[in-house]
């Protein structure tokens, strides 16, 4: 008798790794989980921090090395070059084939590139993978200047760890500001202050056009659209993602810019499942875009596919969205939706303290008063209140009455409420009076699991 | 500005380096008139020490403490073979033979450094003071805005464990071990802090002296550190400010002041166990004859460890203590602050710790009921053991060995809260209360970690706050200090240290947030 084939799962990331303990703690079905990238599971978004200094590589993994045998969790450093859905097997570049009862597809994305001149470049890189931090970090020491391409989260993050390390760093940016294709007008400026004054060399409404050589094949400066020339030893190529599924076109699994699955992750072939950053949903959730690679994400599809895979299917129900980020000092959280641009039927109301490098911008529906999401900078929130809040479809009112509920500063930090609420009742001519922090309210209607 | 820090840097390494030369320097000459009045202080009745020491020590000239006090210790330590021998008990010199010594140094230094207290103070105090704030204040500029400043320090060799990291160990081991074991060395340094003890309680300063004095100036430089660090975090400055005040003012100015109206040393805010010779008799015997002062003494060391210490955990969790107050925190939390990371966050030293740490709670609480039976039963030993050799045991070991040598010496090596997590008495039993009824706890906010590892990685008491914040769950561990620094260093707001109702203390949220096992 022949073992039982194990589900393999194909991508060691946050989707992956939370499909496999999930499963793990509901079933002993074997479980093979390969990675090339990286032995054991590590967390991407601390990648920065290691080059930064702030951590060791160890530190960025969660689990302690002996976790995965513990656990039954088989691991295969290695890259899958082929699936054969028929015959339910995987190739290895080893030449090796395994079979599986199941295969979960989380291989994660790539850095775009955009066809530029001498994007392949030595000295020209994106940051996504642990060979990018170890490139970066064999470069670190020639780098005196660096050149960042993209105004996104991985872009602003760059930019902050070769600042760190000292490098004078030049951030092109194609939006006339930041990232204000997803954060509205006034957040976005007052995150473009935060760059400057940290001594970025922030260029906005610019595009690259070029990266030109050095006699030894290296990058050694960029010519920006408006014929700018910026001498730089780096290039940080940063401008967004896209699924990693080029080992996947050529099988018999539909894919489009990501590979399509339904509400349950079922790819269009049976027992091939996907999810994280590679899985593209046919039937987006209203207001959710088709493709979201973030971390959260990446950790519900785990979780609900754990539970399909283990015998009680589950549709993949991710909830309010949320979502979180730092920039520089500039910690960012938002819940629910809150439009870059609003449409005539939604308000925005910002308060800012420019000083303090805090503010907040709160989303409500013109003639409902509905409280649809809020942008936070410098100020912590409760994710389960306002969980609760979009739930509940309370009204802007109620939120902003409720706010020292909310707050999820540590103690002692000055309270805000009181001049957001003054603010708010000045331009629309309210009354709202801001409630004392009541810990029966925080968890009265929050149900505990055990 | 960078100019200026190495520039700094320079003077403080010139006080540090005057500092350590002191101990090989200065004249020792015991004239006879010193001799016969320290004869008559100590009531020395053994003649063959007189003799020996009046023909090998006094009125002739040492240089460097050495070879004094190896004669003296030689004298000493003869005297009291032959005494032992005929039991001559009476005649036999009960004191530790270093600390004999040092009695006899502090009465024969001579010359340029007893001469000028004043001057040899402000070259090694002062310069490194002086040295160490022109390092520190900078760090406002050239840190950048306020933030969480933590680059490269797995870069620097003195914060991780590089050649600078083992010579601050090699240095601060060296000092505890001169303090504890051979204070007779270190007689120059408590030269230049006389004028300091005079001034609050009137005597001349002995080694703990010395060692509050400095104490209180490394804190308060460091603190200046934090103030800068941390200058994004009004909870760190408070707490900071608080430690430094506790520090200063009831570890240190008031016990001296007690002295000086001849009242007993005593740290009001010090608790049994950590202050684990509360019970012996001499402490008791001190206590029970300096009247209602040193009884009130006695009832507040009594509730305040039964009653206050507990009530206040419950309330606020064991921070309160541990890195608000206490005097062994208070050092963790500034001088080894640059240090919180290299503490070890495997499962196997979690298991060290809790075998450890309840390990010694149990011998200060076996110990101390030996101590108590002892002192009311009028004998000296039960089951055959002595309760004298038990307390030595425990002096030497722990408070020694353990809270000193390696719970600070350590720093640079296994982090700054060694002694805290693995060896405080204490602190298991506040770390007791705050598991099991308390109301404290750290809250996960929902779902937004996003697993970086900072938290687990700069909590000082080894904590994988990363294990709990990633499913969700909030943090309810004996050993959590407090400190607040994971909180602080997290980048997405998920921690925040708060005191509500106990029913919801590990609350899961009931959404999906791919983090929570069923």
Known sequence: MVSQAPIIIIGNGIAGI???????????????????????FFSRTALMYVYMGHLKWEHTQPYENHFWKKN?????????????????????????????????????????????????????????????????????????????????????????MLHARGKKVTFLVREDSFWNTVIPESDSKMINRHIIS?????????????????????????RTDKNEIIPCQFVGLTVGVRPNIDFIKHTSIATNKGILVNKYLETSQTDIYAVGDCAEQQEPLPGRRPIEAVWYTGRMMGETLAKT??????????????????????????????????????????????????????????????????????????????????????????????LNDCNFDPEFFTSLGVEIVTKFNHEFNTNIRLKKKSWTRIFNNLITIK | MKTLQKF?????????????????????????????????????????????INSKVTDKVFLGPFEFSKRVITALEEANKVHRKKKEWNKVIWDKPHSFSYEVSKKAGKGMIPNNKGWFWFLTFGLGIIGSLLY???????????????????????????????????????????????????????????????????????????????????MTVMAIRMYIKYRNNKYQILRTTSVLFFQIVFAFLIPEILVRFEKPWYDFKNAFPLDYDFFFSWNLNSLISSGGFGLFILVWGIVLTLVIVPVMVYFFGKRWYCSW??????????????????????????????????GVLAFAIVMTGFTLYTYFSGTSAILGIKTQSIQSTYGFLIGSVFAGVIGT?????????????????????????????????????????????NCSTYCEMGIDVRAYAQKGQNIVRSSCVGCGVCSAVCPRGVLKLENGPVANRTHLPNFPLGNTLD
């Not at chain 2, 090989?24 to 010193?34: A, I, R, S, V």
């Open chain 2, 136 to 218: 520190i204040i900078p760090n406002l500029i050239t840190l950048g805005p306020p933030g969480i400043k933590n680059n490269n320090i797995y870069f620097d060799s003195s914060t991780n464990r590089g050649f600078m990291g083992w010579s601050v160990f090699i240095f601060l081991v060296s000092f505890y071990v001169l303090l504890y074991f051979f204070p007779d060395y270190i007689v120059n340094w408590t030269y230049i802090v006389d004028p300091i003890s005079q001034s609050i309680s009137g005597n001349l300063a002995s080694q703990w002296f010395l060692y509050g004095f400095l104490y209180c100036v490394v």
């Open chain 1, 198 to 222: 940290h001594g970025i060399d922030l260029r906005l409404s610019t595009n690259l056009s070029e990266i030109i050589e050095d006699e030894n094949g290296r990058a050694k400066a960029i």
């Open chain 1, 72 to 160: 039954r969790l088989d691991l295969c450093q290695e890259t899958v070059t082929n699936i054969d859905p028929q015959a339910k097997t995987v190739k290895l570049s080893n030449g090796s084939i395994l079979s599986y009862t199941s295969l979960v597809l989380a291989t994660g994305s790539l850095p775009n590139k955009f066809g530029w001149p001498g994007e392949n470049l030595k000295g020209v890189q994106g940051l996504y993978s642990k060979q990018d931090l170890e490139n970066l970090e064999a470069l670190s020491s020639s780098i005196k200047e660096a050149v960042v391409v993209g105004g996104g989260l991985i872009g602003i993050e760059l930019a902050e």
């Open chain 2, 409 to 453: 010496g350590f720093y640079p090596i296994f982090g700054n809260r060694v002694w805290c997590r693995f060896g405080c008495p204490l602190a298991a039993y506040l770390g007791l209360v705050q598991r099991f009824k308390s109301r404290f706890r750290i809250t996960t906010n929902g779902g937004q970690c996003i697993s970086c590892g």
């Open chain 1, 309 to 402: 895979l283990t015998g009680k299917k589950t549709a993949y129900q991710p909830g309010h969205w949320f979502n979180s980020a730092k920039f520089f000092d500039i910690e960012y959280q938002t819940y629910g939706l809150v439009a870059a641009r609003p449409t005539k039927a939604e308000i925005h109301f910002h308060w800012e303290n420019a000083e303090k490098n805090i503010g907040i911008t709160i989303a409500f529906n013109k003639s409902t008063n509905e409280f649809l999401g809020i942008n936070s900078f410098g100020i912590r929130l409760r994710h389960e209140i306002f969980d609760q809040f979009l739930t509940e479809k309370r009204s802007v009112f109620h939120v902003l009455e409720h």
């Open chain 1, 18 to 40: 939370t499909t496999a303990r999930h499963i793990r703690k509901r079933s002993d079905i074997p479980i093979l989980i390969i990675s090339k990238e990286s032995r054991y």
């Open chain 2, 8 to 52: 700094g840097l320079g003077i403080f390494l010139t006080g540090l380096t005057l500092f350590c030369s002191l101990i090989f320097l200065g004249k020792y000459q015991l004239t006879h008139q010193e001799f016969d009045a320290l004869i008559d202080e100590k009531g020395i009745k053994s003649d063959l020490f007189i003799a020996n």
């Open chain 2, 325 to 358: 107050v206490c005097g062994c925190g208070g050092l963790a939390e500034t001088l080894g602050d640059p240090y919180r990371h290299l503490s070890n966050k495997s499962i196997g030293a979690w298991k060290l710790e809790r075998w450890l740490v309840h």
